[in-house]
């Protein structure tokens, strides 16, 4: 990994007391195969002052992108208009970070790193991106793009893609950047500027919705489809490390089944002192396509 590529992930004070996601996130980088080196590499982006000092706490590199007429230091639910804002401005830092020429890995913190993912990009992408689903073929636009994890390289084509992504939320208002995303990569423009997109394997980039079916083969997992307190965390990191036949345990029958997605519940049973509404376990499921199982 060369010194004009930089990984990213961002932080608000929301996500950043100690044991939180942030902390499972810089953890993951220690124990993952081939990840401890890459740590090195990581800025986290804060975008309130509190977050700033915890992320100085934990981490080498730091950078405040602070807005002084917008709050951004609280957990901004999904689709609201503070959701929105803050999804925006980060994709437009992304494309100041383009223009002063570095590269990047954009991870969402609820990411955890498995292994080093730089043997599995391709040679030719300017824009590689992790999936939601992934119909078998690298270039096919009827893959589902997710944001929240892709490698990008600083080109005039890279550049002008991100002005336009940013641009396009004027066309979709009310949709954050994944949705928009997935809406512009079939426009003419595109070809135009001669941007070349790849959707990376979920055999290796699995997510929530379409999970990889071999952890050997897995770079990074979320736990984006939990909500848990800070103190529960670990102990679910703890059994994520344990390795594929422990995880496997968590997967139960499907209870229901949502936009062609199938639902899956966690036993209470497999994470330690979790087990009632009461507890920390606010939400306890996967989302994972018919089609991968």
């Given at each position: 990994m060369d010194n004009k590529t930089i990984i990213l992930t961002t932080l608000n004070a929301a996500w950043s007391s100690p044991?939180?996601?942030?902390?499972?996130?810089?953890?993951?980088?220690?124990?993952?195969?081939?990840?401890?080196?890459?740590?090195?590499?990581?800025?986290?982006?804060?975008?309130?002052?509190?977050?700033?000092?915890?992320?100085?706490?934990?981490?080498?590199?730091?950078?405040?992108?602070?807005?002084?007429?917008?709050?951004?230091?609280?957990?901004?639910?999904?689709?609201?208009?503070?959701?929105?804002?803050?999804?925006?401005?980060?994709?437009?830092?992304?494309?100041?970070?383009l223009e002063k020429g570095y590269s990047f890995i954009f991870s969402d913190a609820d990411i955890m790193w498995f292994r080093n993912p730089f043997p599995y990009f391709y040679p030719d992408g300017d824009l590689q991106v992790a999936c939601d689903h992934y119909v078998g073929n690298a270039t096919d636009l009827r893959n589902i793009a997710n944001g929240g994890f892709n490698y990008v390289k600083s080109n005039n084509q890279s550049i002008e893609f991100y002005k336009f992504w940013y641009s396009s939320r004027l066309r979709y208002p009310g949709y954050h950047d994944q949705d928009v995303l997935n809406f512009i990569k079939h426009d003419p423009y595109i070809m135009d500027i001669g941007l070349t997109i790849k959707f990376l394997s979920t055999t290796y980039f699995g997510g929530i919705c379409e999970p990889s079916k071999d952890l050997n083969e897995n770079h990074h997992g979320r736990l984006e489809g939990l909500y848990v307190y800070a103190t529960k965390l670990k102990s679910i990191w703890g059994i994520l490390m344990e390795g594929t036949t422990k995880l496997q345990s968590f997967i139960v029958k499907p209870v229901r089944h949502v936009f062609g997605c199938k639902w899956w519940n966690i036993p209470s049973s497999r994470v330690e002192g979790i087990g009632t509404a009461k507890d920390e376990l606010a939400m306890t499921s996967q989302c994972i396509h018919d089609h991968a199982e």
């Open positions: 044991g939180s996601v942030i902390d499972l996130f810089i953890d993951s980088f220690r124990h993952g195969v081939r990840t401890s080196s890459l740590l090195k590499h990581l800025v986290i982006i804060a975008f309130d002052r509190k977050a700033y000092r915890r992320c100085t706490e934990i981490h080498t590199y730091c950078y405040a992108l602070v807005t002084g007429n917008v709050d951004f230091s609280q957990e901004k639910r999904f689709l609201t208009a503070g959701y929105l804002e803050m999804m925006w401005k980060r994709l437009d830092f992304l494309r100041l970070v």
